[in-house]
């Protein structure tokens, strides 16, 4: 199962990736696309070029561990509203990338790092 908790950080390359890679490979892209630190525990999500694999790399404890999913039918959707080579995803954002649903629009109520100005 995919450790994913409400600390977890989540970034996704917006690249596609070769699936064919495996640990070394998808670490070596990690330290190339990302800024994060592959031992902090964040989920480095890739697809492939067709879109229909994911393969999620992350630091487990004591070794690094490897998620992959093949679709039978359709394609992952990558969110629309980012850009740059890799961002983070939330939560729900990765939760609708794997479940293959794709937002129509996206209306947080607030985002993190937002101060929130107090009435008074």
């Not at 004591?62 to 999913?69: M, N, P, R, V, Y």
């Not at 992952?76 to 990338?97: I, N, Y």
Request: charged share 30%; aromatic share 10%.
């Amino acid at each position: 199962m995919i450790p994913v908790t409400g600390s977890a950080r989540m970034f996704l390359f917006r690249g596609s990736a070769d699936m064919r890679k495996g640990f070394e490979g998808l670490s070596g892209m990690v330290e190339e696309h990302f800024s994060e630190n592959l031992f902090t525990g964040a989920l480095f999500i890739f697809l492939n070029r067709r879109q229909d694999r994911v393969k999620i790399l992350y630091w487990d404890r004591d070794g690094l561990a490897l998620w992959h999913k093949r679709l039978e039918r359709g394609k992952f959707q990558m969110p629309a509203d980012k850009d740059g080579a890799s961002v983070e995803l939330t939560t729900a954002e990765l939760a609708m990338l794997l479940e293959g649903i794709t937002p129509l629009r996206m209306n947080r109520r607030y985002r993190l790092g937002e101060v929130v100005a107090a009435s008074g």
